[in-house]
Nanobody, 115 residues
C-alpha cells in the first residue's frame, strides 16, 4: 500500500524559512509529476509548485522567487524549500504524486507564519 509521508511543517516568523519533505512509502510503478498544494481555512486547495520527471518546474505567482521545488527520483521524494515566508503562506500543505494510473496525496502538514 502506498503512503506519502510528509514532514517539515511548523510555526515560523515572517521572513523565516521551512523545508517540507514528502517521501513515498511503498511502491509506485511510474512516478510522473510531483507537486505541492496548499489549503487555508475556508479556501480551495491551490497548486503551489510542480516538478516534472525531467525536473521542469512551475510555480504559483504568489511564491515565485521565494519557494523552490525539487525531487530525488531515486528516493521518490519531493521537497519544497520555502524562504521569505509571509503570514499569507499559512496553510496546510499537501504533496501530490502522479502515478501511471492515479494520483496520490499526503496527509497534509501545517505551516503557520506569524507576523
Amino acid at each position: 500500500q502506498v503512503q506519502l509521508v510528509e514532514s517539515g511543517g511548523g510555526l515560523v516568523q515572517a521572513g523565516g524559512s521551512l523545508r517540507l519533505s514528502c517521501a513515498v512509502s511503498g511502491s509506485i510503478y511510474i512516478v510522473r509529476d510531483m507537486a505541492w498544494y496548499r489549503q487555508a481555512p475556508g479556501t480551495q486547495r491551490d497548486l503551489v509548485a510542480v516538478i516534472t520527471r525531467g525536473s521542469s518546474t512551475n510555480y504559483a505567482d504568489s511564491v515565485k522567487g521565494r519557494f523552490t521545488i525539487s525531487r530525488d527520483n531515486a528516493k521518490n521524494t519531493v521537497y519544497l524549500q520555502m524562504n521569505s515566508l509571509k503570514p499569507e503562506d499559512t496553510a496546510v500543505y499537501y504533496c501530490n504524486i502522479q502515478g501511471l494510473y492515479r494520483d496520490y496525496w499526503g496527509q497534509g502538514t501545517q505551516v503557520t507564519v506569524s507576523s
